[in-house]
């Protein structure tokens, strides 16, 4: 059973442009969501967070928007930049502080072309 | 510099012959986690700690174990490994209670079992 899905394996952008990664839940007892970012041969890094009492979330060019009756959340990247390219994972936690098991989704490969 | 450090990077077994891939931390954390991702399933939990000697399961358990003798290590151990073990492990941490902050992974462990 998923419970965090990315629905689009991969994603193509042009430099410069906006890229929108998307995420959806099931689980009504999160309530705290995060986007990971994966490069070849290292481990996932954490990228930015939000928590279920808040809609947006912004650090510089990311911004991560939670729509928690459609209980789906997106990552904007603007504007893209080559160095973006990388798997992204949207994770999600559930309990006091957030807790600490992270469901993790099965992740977009963003490639941003020039 | 704080990280998670996993041993091997890389490793090719056979079915059956014990093996151990080893995790450390340098940041003091309480909670450390174990994760295989595997293409199309994302990053999967595999056992937990919360602290020196207690660990738990997560959602994909079957073959593996874990102890947990010091607050900075946390083994992974297949007594007797198959190919559907064949995968990307990661050794992550975390302070208790705040995994709404994000944990911090290792780099990555590649084994392949024939």
Redesign the interface.
Same mark, same amino acid.
């Given at each position: 059973d998923q419970q965090v899905k990315q629905n689009s394996p991969s994603l193509s952008v042009q430099e410069g442009r906006i890229s929108i990664l998307n995420c959806d839940y099931t689980n009504s007892m999160f309530d705290y969501f995060l986007w990971y970012k994966k490069y070849p041969a290292e481990g996932p890094t954490f990228l930015i967070s939000i928590s279920s009492i808040k809609d947006k979330n912004e650090d510089g060019r990311f911004t991560v928007f939670l729509n928690k009756s459609a209980k789906h959340l997106s990552l904007h990247i603007v504007p893209s930049q080559p160095g973006d390219s990388a798997v992204y994972f949207c994770a999600a936690s559930a309990g006091k502080g957030g807790g600490n098991k992270l469901t993790f989704g099965t992740g977009t490969q963003l490639k941003v072309e020039l | 510099e704080a990280q998670?450090t996993q041993n091997p990077r890389y490793l090719i077994t056979v079915t059956g012959k014990k093996l151990t891939v080893t995790c450390s931390q340098n940041m003091n954390h309480e !909670?450390m /986690?174990w !994760?295989r991702q595997d293409p +199309? @399933?994302? @990053?999967? $939990?595999i056992y !937990?700690s919360?602290n020196v000697e207690v660990t738990d399961k +997560?959602d994909v358990p079957e073959g593996y174990k874990v102890s947990r003798k010091e607050k900075r290590n946390f083994p992974l151990i297949l007594e007797s490994p198959s190919p559907n073990q064949t995968s990307l492990y990661?050794c &992550?941490s /975390?302070l @208790? +209670? $705040? =995994? &709404? @902050? +994000? !944990?911090?992974? =290792?780099? =990555?462990t590649r084994l392949t079992v024939v």
């Amino acid at each position: 059973d998923q419970q965090v899905k990315q629905n689009s394996p991969s994603l193509s952008v042009q430099e410069g442009r906006i890229s929108i990664l998307n995420c959806d839940y099931t689980n009504s007892m999160f309530d705290y969501f995060l986007w990971y970012k994966k490069y070849p041969a290292e481990g996932p890094t954490f990228l930015i967070s939000i928590s279920s009492i808040k809609d947006k979330n912004e650090d510089g060019r990311f911004t991560v928007f939670l729509n928690k009756s459609a209980k789906h959340l997106s990552l904007h990247i603007v504007p893209s930049q080559p160095g973006d390219s990388a798997v992204y994972f949207c994770a999600a936690s559930a309990g006091k502080g957030g807790g600490n098991k992270l469901t993790f989704g099965t992740g977009t490969q963003l490639k941003v072309e020039l | 510099e704080a990280q998670v450090t996993q041993n091997p990077r890389y490793l090719i077994t056979v079915t059956g012959k014990k093996l151990t891939v080893t995790c450390s931390q340098n940041m003091n954390h309480e !909670y450390m /986690s174990w !994760y295989r991702q595997d293409p +199309g @399933l994302g @990053l999967r $939990q595999i056992y !937990y700690s919360m602290n020196v000697e207690v660990t738990d399961k +997560g959602d994909v358990p079957e073959g593996y174990k874990v102890s947990r003798k010091e607050k900075r290590n946390f083994p992974l151990i297949l007594e007797s490994p198959s190919p559907n073990q064949t995968s990307l492990y990661f050794c &992550a941490s /975390s302070l @208790l +209670g $705040q =995994g &709404a @902050l +994000g !944990y911090t992974f =290792g780099s =990555g462990t590649r084994l392949t079992v024939v």
